[in-house]
């Protein structure tokens, strides 16, 4: 009898553990792809992300997804990212990311310049 009292504190208490204490958590699924999902928890993280499906080629179909996470970490900052992802990637966005340099100018103009001077083999020389 002890021994089974026992092994319900140990199961309690590894349950109690696991829990995890949420202020709200809410999700919705529907079968045409669409789905959207909400919670926050006690220690100040939350989520939130909705996708839908999308046409991305002639017989292709993709997820588009959009969302948002926030937490607090131990240095006393609360870091959040917003973020979409699909055909054309994850794309991350937070104050604490890094962001990639301007691209020089002379790059810029290379660029431009062949865009509109695409190669064409029919004009090579020999
Ligand atoms: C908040 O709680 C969740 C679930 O227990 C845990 O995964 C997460 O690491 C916690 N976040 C912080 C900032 O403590
Ligand atoms: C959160 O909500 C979803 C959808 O209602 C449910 O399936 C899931 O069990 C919930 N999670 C918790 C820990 O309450």
Same mark, same amino acid.
């Given at each position: 009898?002890?021994?089974? =009292?026992?092994?319900? #504190? &140990?199961?309690?208490?590894?349950?109690?553990?696991?829990?995890?204490? &949420?202020? $709200? *958590?809410?999700?919705?699924?529907?079968?045409?792809?669409? &789905?959207?999902? #909400?919670?926050? =928890?006690? *220690?100040? $993280?939350?989520?939130?992300?909705?996708?839908? =499906? /999308?046409?991305?080629? /002639?017989?292709?179909?993709?997820?588009?997804?959009?969302?948002? &996470?926030?937490? !607090?970490?131990?240095? @006393?900052?609360?870091?959040?990212? $917003?973020?979409?992802?699909?055909?054309?990637?994850?794309? %991350?966005? @937070?104050?604490? #990311? !890094?962001? %990639? +340099? %301007?691209? +020089?100018? $002379?790059? #810029?103009?290379? =660029?431009?310049?062949?865009?509109?001077? +695409?190669? /064409? %083999?029919?004009?090579?020389?020999?």
């Amino acid at each position: 009898m002890k021994l089974i =009292l026992i092994c319900a #504190l &140990f199961v309690a208490v590894a349950y109690a553990e696991d829990k995890v204490d &949420f202020i $709200s *958590n809410e999700s919705n699924v529907e079968y045409n792809g669409k &789905f959207y999902y #909400l919670y926050e =928890l006690l *220690n100040g $993280s939350k989520a939130t992300q909705k996708g839908e =499906l /999308k046409q991305i080629g /002639k017989d292709q179909y993709g997820e588009a997804v959009q969302g948002y &996470f926030s937490y !607090p970490s131990d240095d @006393g900052k609360v870091y959040s990212i $917003s973020y979409t992802a699909d055909e054309n990637g994850y794309r %991350p966005v @937070g104050d604490h #990311l !890094p962001t %990639p +340099p %301007p691209t +020089p100018e $002379s790059v #810029l103009k290379t =660029l431009k310049y062949i865009a509109e001077h +695409p190669y /064409k %083999p029919s004009e090579k020389k020999h």
